[in-house]
């Protein structure tokens, strides 16, 4: 089977993910500042969003470097994977609309847990598949990251309510933790 | 000729239907639970169509990698295909927006029966054109779940004038049914 | 130079182009036939736009193959091609929602006689950097289509202020004529 | 590291940049050439950020072709580059809409001059991880218009203030500046 196509493919969905999220920021009608200051938050939530997308692409990226057999079930799971990623546009604009609100904070959370949980179930169908399984985990390695993420996010979620603001920090410090380069998949 | 192109071409499209129905959910204006509850038809009827786009990638990703020569009659059969799948994400949307209506489940289903008979038909040219039809034909075996698809759209169809829920229940059983792994492409 | 890039970023621009046009299709509010009507004329509008950006595709793919050296020149004259359809969207919509008007007929057969003589400057240019012109000049043969489809959108044009529907039948005839099967290019 | 899939998924985030700005030109109600006028400066402002766009995508496509480690950084710069190209549409929609006002006019060049600026960090960040830099400078040459671009953004951003038209005719002949053929990429 072709992995080729199921890169092109993503990098296709991902691409657009990315670059849609665009749309949501409104151009304002009124050619002023006190017109585009509305805007700041929904352009924050943006930039969060896109260094979310930008850094699943990277890992994804490099995760189907060792992927060895793109199979029926990693097909799925790479499908499972771009639907909640999909799903990132839509709650970056509630969130940039409503800064301050408990919910559409939370709902936030809830997609990137269930797109990390989704991208875990990726990496764990692209070692069972491969044919030598063992050196594999080697070479993806303890993923401190990947393991610790989901309990950020938990923990924004719940936070949302005490203080959307300490979640936003909360989502900002992981995606910072991600950017910073990571010598486990250098080393690939 | 390029099957490489026609691949990329179709991906790129497919990729655009997939994520462009997202912008279908439209963001709600209040941050409350009752903002976001008229959305959960929506957001079911874009979780349904995500799962059918995907089936079609999936199986056309496989078609294609015994497509020996991408020539004029199929790369016309293939756009056809693309032009009624580029029609799911309107049918879907409408559908979403009035869940309890039967013309809009009715139309949702014949997009389907347009898609699957354009599926059929690309099918048909790959392998008309394919220099040894017997061994394709055996290698996409006796295609069950091709050939009863579309006899499950035409029920939903019909009995979307009895009851919308009905047929929304065989689009959603159809869709799993395409999901479960399917030996016959494995084998290829 | 890198060709194979050249092909990449044109599939992806004439995929969204032909994709994005659906977004045009207004979903309507109420779940009825009447709402439907309204949308016939803009559902035929596109999809004659989609069969003439397909044949764009079609073509390009072709044109293409013959290049040897995808050099600046080549790169800008594609360039200039995929500026006028991407505008192709745009007019189909205004003439879709207008069909009876003179002014938006005439003005979507100007952009796809831009688009055509775009067309004709990018195969120029191919046919100018290749080293062997002759044998390309030989392959590409005659072009009859290529001569004559400029006249026929510019007869449109004119036609539009006497009798949009006749431009319409004369849009609907030009691009028969290019899906029927161009033995020229199944030659290459 | 697989070069060839920064340059897909930088191709698909270009191609979808230069083509949602289209979306930008509102489908007018009326069809008549009054209802057209107002999208005069909307058009020409798209006909300057496509042909900025493809600037861009012709010099980033002749860059990576030096490129010979996607490392890290490399890939980090890139999105750093796509995030300020993203925005393109916002401020080119924006100005459109307000040719007259001074706040969009120079908002536009603030995202040229970024723009350029994550460019320059990107081939920096390209040059510095080649195994043999001192080659890549000789064959990426003395780079006059990367250096005196950004100073012309900083005046049409200054100059905004004072006469916006002066501004947009700066824009215009950078733009020129950079399609007219660039000896030192075509060596490469």
Aim: proline share 6%.
């Amino acid at each position: 089977m072709n992995k080729g196509r199921l890169e092109a493919f993503s990098d296709g969905v991902i691409a657009i993910i990315i670059t849609i999220m665009v749309l949501q920021l409104t151009v304002p009608k009124e050619p002023s500042f006190a017109a585009l200051l509305p805007l700041v938050p929904v352009f924050l939530g943006y930039l969060l969003s896109f260094v979310y997308v930008a850094i699943y692409w990277n890992n994804h990226h490099h995760l189907l470097t060792v992927c060895g057999n793109a199979s029926g079930s990693v097909l799925w799971a790479n499908m499972h994977l771009l639907f909640w990623m999909s799903l990132i546009p839509f709650v970056t604009a509630w969130m940039g609309n409503n800064p301050s609100a408990a919910l559409p904070t939370a709902l936030y959370g809830v997609i990137l847990l269930l797109s990390a949980i989704a991208y875990a179930i990726l990496q764990a169908r692209i070692v069972a598949v491969h044919p030598d399984r063992e050196q594999v985990r080697h070479v993806l390695g303890n993923d401190f990251k990947g393991h610790f993420s989901p309990l950020f996010y938990l923990a924004a979620i719940l936070l949302a309510f005490v203080s959307p603001t300490i979640s936003h920090l909360i989502y900002a410090a992981v995606a910072l933790l991600w950017v910073v380069p990571d010598r486990r998949l250098e080393k690939l």
